[in-house]
């Protein structure tokens, strides 16, 4: 195929400003070659930055991960901190992917030259260890080099601003703009990476601040617990807190424990993607062991999996939803009004269970850089901060993480079980209790894939518009249009939203079912959040849980037909 001229130019412009000669020769060999499309791949739309940073797959080109790219964007991060008056330090870590250390290094390299002091973990962290660091001191930012759950060939740049805080709006678009002003690599200052401070103090503090936060150490009673780090860069860091939370039956999935850029037994190393636990279960089961507990290979988000029903995982709903009911039992009667968080599409079960617990409630877009800005503002408000949490298996807890920690949520959970274990209970005891109190809230997510983008917004512009009148059987008694900022009910009243305005449409339903549809952002897919609610009656939770099984399979299936109306 033909190279098309405007394409051989900007290859060769690339080329011309690259600082690595491997990815310079990439493009090289694919001019050669008369390589169209895999041009086409690397020059086509750039990777763009934004909610937390940016991420994608390695390779040469503005639309791959490489050395370049970290350059362009770092000193963009650079000099958006330099035109603040920023003052302190920035943090530096990485995790074990492919490319991880050479752009730790340059990023490392590129705010050395702008004049930044950098504090820079060389050997493989998890995030939630950056995340702390920045906090613990005062640092001005940032930077962790990571895919977090991506695929192997994938590798990005996460930022954290001061206080520790997810990056978020307004800052992600005053950030981008910076780094589309940086101009031609080589005027980008850079000094050779200093000597790297020892890591060993923020990591002893932020075992402690995990134990603090874990409360006095329960007696483990036997419990036996089998961990996965899902190839990823958590492994030791969560037994060394498990350790220090008095947890030491503890065994480690072995081929999944060490770091493996190739993520050999995971090749798509999400804990929610089916089949991802196996190994783990399998483990759990020969083993007789209590609980399992999964960190995604960056270590900030937490997967957990009981005997019960044959190795049941619970949702993060119910892993959020437990925590914040042992939190707030655990610590009534602390001085100031207890906040919990969540997110417009976790559960409304955690909004009842702040209820019965007089504590505030809030709830958010989906992310933590909106529900971080939530315990950031508790203490203003006289409030304390217990947890926020995301049904993507993402749980933040305390003041020492502004941002989700698989690793504290799994001490968190390994304490839990403990209690309950003292009292001859277990987690589905405990789920079922809080189903006995609340009614059973059945969740479960829908995606769709659409063959054009435009799609997507053609059908909630018409959920918007037309909604149905019913869905699965049940009147529509209002509609929630996020965009508008408004709830819309079917007497034709409506009041407002107290959220940022998002792309995205929710339907409340007479039976206290609902249904949120939003765009997935990154491919053109529609995402549906789904969740019905039944009381327990004299039959039982079993017989609740199955009636709501069968109500949320109906709705599943109707939001299906919905989607193809």
Known sequence: MTIDEDLRAAAEAWMADDPDPATRAEVAR???????????????APLTFGTAGIRGPLGAGPARMNRATVRRVVAGLAAWLGARGADGDVVVGRDARHGSAAFADEAVAV???AGFAVRHFTEPVPTPLVAYTVRAVGAAAGVQVTASHNPAGDNGIKVYLAGGLPLGVPHDGEIAAAIAAVGPLATVPVTAPPAAEAPDAMRTGYLEAVRALAGPAPDPAGLRIVVTA????????????????????????????????????????????PGALDLARALGAEHAADLVLATDPDGDRLAVATPADGWRTLTGDEVGCLLAEHLLDRDAGEPGQPLVATTVVSSRLLARIAEAHDAAYAETLTGFKWLAPVAEGAQAAGQRFVLAYEQALGVMVGDAVRDKDGIAAAVLVATLAADLRAGATTLTDALDGLARRHGVHATAGRSVA????????????????AP????????????????AGLVRHADGSSEPRDTPPADMVGLVLADGSRCLVRPSGTEPVLKCYLEVVEQVAGDGVAVARERAAGRLERLGAAFLALVDR
């Open 111 to 113: 705010l050395a030259g």
């Open 468 to 483: 149905p009148s019913a869905v699965a059987g049940a009147a529509v008694v209002a509609v929630a249009d996020h965009a």
């Open 230 to 273: 899902m190839h990823g860069v958590g492994g030791d860091l969560l037994v060394a807190a498990l350790a220090d939370g008095g947890f030491t039956d503890v065994v480690p999935v072995a081929a999944q424990h060490d770091p493996d850029p190739d993520f050999p037994t995971a090749p798509r190393p999400n804990p929610e993607e």
């Open 450 to 465: 659409v063959e054009q983008p435009e799609q997507v917004e053609r059908v909630l512009d018409a959920l918007r518009r």
């Open 30 to 44: 694919l001019l050669a070659d008369g390589d169209a499309d895999g041009l086409t791949a690397r020059f086509g």
